[in-house]
């Protein structure tokens, strides 16, 4: 499940290149920093490489997955995807705000740029490699699991394509070269949603066939099994159910998806602490995600996203649109109504995630707690470093390892994993499209819970203990149930961008403006919390629900390839 980077592929292949000793004109040499196709294609060792390579892309953008090739989405990179969305905003724009502020154009997608390029070139990348793999010698069984792995990884690829494009241009297993018709309208030709939606599902079918259900030695870490291949069509026929996407598939298809993992009884809700499950390997609940090495290092999270007191950047900042939806730990939201809550105190009692998420005022937090106050505080404006001030008044803890250097961290941190999918997303997939399908409390057949048992599986995570959603609620009180505890648990994980767009009311989330609060301490030690807009300007246009293809996409099929609505 887990893919571990010890040392780059170019590296590690750079020892099979082949020097030729032949006396050549000047300019006919062998270049030195790539394989030759002959290699690639007799050399197993070589071959196995360049798909372990696959999991990753090719950095096309600045600031992208800093010390290694980004994978999938944006994970661990400088700016996440969650500072596009009301989770949070990036301190420093990073071309961020353009999108925040719906100025994102074919022209300029900013931070979303590189979705359409970097997707078809691991597809073909994978396209490749099957071609390859008939006729290769290697045992039957290593074939069918490199297949697997190659359809799994398009897979996501196309996964990532649909899910911020809509229609996609289906490939299948051709491999274009420089000769071929290039011009082709067929090549440009745009699926329809459910035709795209099928296409991925059945590939992630026949790839679960050929996985294995564990990895069976460490070097194998972080690759596709079938719970992977699995949970990822969980993923997509939710999608497929959701209203954006014009009726691509049922929710009942969602829940026999989800019922799929679940039966493989493999999974489990980790035990440990919720924080905790970030910054270890192999959790029960990790279904897919990357493992990095000492070797291979991601964004160094800690000084990234620390407050500028302890000498960090801020990065992506948590807003207080997020913090006000982590209700009270009675299960109630947390305002004046609530007998647990203290406005003198905002921050008590709440919903132990919160903790595990998000930096606040007086969180403890290595040596000391965390001061964002006027005047005077360290970690506000008053503190050192002040450009790297919080623009909301908080500061990101989840991924944290506080085990790691904050300053100076070069080479000493940065080795915690990023997960793509966990078992917790499967049952918040299960209970929205059982309680959509059957309602709350109806328990789907072949399943041995409910909707609303699903959910309840997750706020009874020792570390959380939140109540139980109670017996006899209304589907749609069940549905805004749901939603507020994928907002939850998932938070900071790439989840909410999605959601709001397939459930159609980003035009709502998306045009709020990102709010943050002024911490002002008092003479007598008390504090008085003022709101104030983090990041103006938001705004979101129906058009937005699906990006726009780059420009230079369309150029380059000679205006074929057919634009987004609108754009």
Same mark, same amino acid.
């Given at each position: 499940?887990?893919?571990?980077?010890?040392?780059?592929?170019?590296?590690?292949? $750079?020892?099979?290149?082949?020097? $030729? $000793?032949?006396?050549?004109?000047?300019?006919?040499?062998?270049?030195?920093?790539?394989?030759?196709?002959?290699?690639?294609?007799?050399?197993?060792?070589?071959?196995?490489?360049?798909?372990?390579?696959?999991?990753?892309?090719?950095?096309?953008?600045?600031?992208?997955?800093?010390?290694?090739?980004?994978?999938?989405?944006?994970?661990?990179?400088?700016?996440?995807?969650?500072?596009?969305?009301?989770?949070?905003?990036?301190?420093?724009?990073?071309?961020?705000?353009?999108?925040?502020?719906?100025?994102?154009?074919?022209?300029?997608?900013?931070?979303?740029?590189?979705?359409?390029?970097?997707? !078809?070139?691991?597809?073909?990348?994978?396209?490749?490699?099957?071609?390859?793999?008939?006729?290769?010698?290697? $045992?039957?069984?290593?074939?069918?699991?490199?297949?697997?792995?190659?359809?799994?990884?398009?897979?996501?690829?196309?996964?990532?394509?649909?899910?911020?494009?809509?229609?996609?241009?289906?490939?299948?297993?051709?491999?274009?070269?420089?000769?071929?018709?290039?011009?082709?309208?067929?090549?440009?030709?745009?699926?329809?949603?459910?035709?795209?939606?099928?296409?991925?599902?059945?590939?992630?079918?026949?790839?679960?066939?050929?996985?294995?259900?564990?990895?069976?030695?460490?070097?194998?870490?972080?690759?596709?099994?079938?719970?992977?291949?699995?949970?990822?069509?969980?993923?997509?026929?939710?999608?497929?159910?959701?209203?954006?996407?014009?009726?691509?598939?049922?929710?009942?298809?969602?829940?026999?998806?989800?019922?799929?993992?679940? #039966?493989?009884?493999?999974?489990?809700?980790?035990?440990?602490?919720?924080?905790?499950?970030?910054?270890?390997?192999?959790?029960?609940?990790?279904?897919?995600?990357?493992?990095?090495?000492?070797?291979?290092?991601?964004?160094?999270?800690?000084?990234?996203?620390?407050?500028?007191? !302890? #000498?960090?950047?801020?990065?992506?900042?948590?807003?207080?649109?997020?913090?006000?939806?982590?209700?009270?730990?009675? #299960?109630?939201?947390?305002?004046?109504?609530?007998?647990? !809550?203290?406005?003198?105190?905002?921050?008590?009692?709440?919903?132990?995630?919160?903790?595990?998420?998000?930096? !606040?005022?007086?969180?403890?937090?290595?040596?000391?707690?965390?001061?964002?106050?006027?005047?005077?505080?360290?970690d506000s404006r008053d503190g050192n470093d002040n450009w790297n001030t919080t623009k909301t008044g908080y500061y990101l803890k989840k991924f944290m390892n506080d085990a790691y250097p904050l300053q100076n961290p070069w080479g000493n941190a940065g080795f915690q994993p990023w997960i793509y999918i966990r078992y917790a997303e499967v049952l918040l997939n299960f209970a929205e499209a059982a309680n959509e399908a059957y309602g709350p409390d109806v328990v789907p057949a072949g399943s041995s819970f409910s909707a609303?048992?699903?959910?309840?599986?997750?706020?009874?995570?020792?570390?959380?203990?939140?109540?139980?959603?109670?017996?006899?609620?209304?589907?749609?009180?069940?549905?805004?149930?749901?939603?507020?505890?994928?907002?939850?648990?998932?938070?900071?994980?790439?989840?909410?961008?999605?959601?709001?767009?397939?459930?159609k009311i980003a035009d709502v989330t998306e045009n709020l403006p990102s709010r943050g609060v002024v911490i002002t301490k008092n003479n007598d030690g008390t504090f008085t919390f003022t709101s104030k807009i983090a990041l103006d300007g938001r705004k979101f246009e129906t058009k937005h629900y699906w990006l726009p293809i780059p420009r230079t996409e369309i150029l380059a099929s000679g205006n074929q390839l057919q634009q987004n609505p609108n754009y």
């Open positions: 499940m887990k893919y571990k980077y010890s040392i780059p592929v170019f590296i590690l292949l $750079s020892g099979v290149l082949a020097l $030729s $000793s032949c006396k050549k004109d000047f300019l006919d040499v062998t270049a030195t920093d790539r394989i030759p196709t002959n290699t690639l294609e007799t050399d197993t060792a070589v071959f196995e490489a360049f798909v372990t390579n696959s999991y990753i892309g090719t950095r096309l953008q600045d600031k992208e997955a800093d010390g290694t090739n980004p994978g999938f989405g944006r994970g661990f990179e400088y700016s996440m995807w969650s500072s596009l969305t009301d989770e949070s905003i990036y301190n420093n724009d990073d071309n961020t705000w353009l999108v925040q502020r719906g100025q994102l154009a074919p022209e300029n997608l900013g931070a979303l740029g590189v979705l359409w390029g970097r997707s !078809y070139r691991g597809i073909r990348e994978c396209n490749y490699a099957l071609k390859v793999l008939t006729t290769i010698q290697m $045992s039957a069984a290593r074939k069918t699991r490199l297949e697997g792995e190659l359809k799994f990884i398009r897979a996501f690829r196309y996964q990532d394509l649909i899910r911020n494009y809509g229609k996609v241009v289906l490939m299948g297993d051709q491999v274009l070269g420089l000769t071929d018709n290039l011009q082709d309208p067929a090549l440009f030709k745009r699926s329809t949603i459910k035709e795209g939606i099928d296409y991925v599902a059945a590939q992630l079918d026949d790839a679960a066939a050929k996985l294995p259900l564990n990895n069976d030695n460490s070097w194998l870490l972080g690759r596709a099994t079938k719970g992977a291949a699995l949970a990822l069509k969980s993923r997509l026929l939710l999608y497929a159910a959701s209203p954006l996407y014009e009726a691509a598939g049922t929710w009942q298809a969602a829940v026999n998806a989800a019922q799929q993992v679940i #039966g493989l009884n493999k999974y489990g809700i980790y035990q440990g602490g919720y924080g905790n499950m970030f910054l270890i390997n192999e959790s029960n609940e990790a279904i897919f995600e990357r493992v990095y090495t000492k070797n291979a290092n991601h964004t160094h999270l800690e000084i990234a996203n620390g407050p500028n007191g !302890y #000498g960090g950047w801020a990065g992506n900042t948590p807003t207080q649109n997020l913090v006000d939806v982590y209700d009270l730990t009675n #299960g109630l939201p947390a305002n004046t109504s609530n007998p647990l !809550y203290n406005p003198a105190k905002p921050y008590e009692n709440r919903d132990p995630r919160f903790k595990a998420t998000i930096l !606040y005022n007086g969180a403890a937090y290595r040596e000391r707690n965390i001061e964002t106050f006027i005047p005077g505080g360290k609303r048992q699903a959910i309840n599986m997750i706020r009874s995570r020792a570390s959380v203990n939140m109540p139980d959603l109670a017996a006899g609620m209304a589907q749609t009180d069940m549905r805004t149930a749901i939603r507020h505890e994928r907002q939850i648990e998932l938070a900071f994980e790439e989840h909410r961008f999605y959601d709001v767009r397939r459930w």
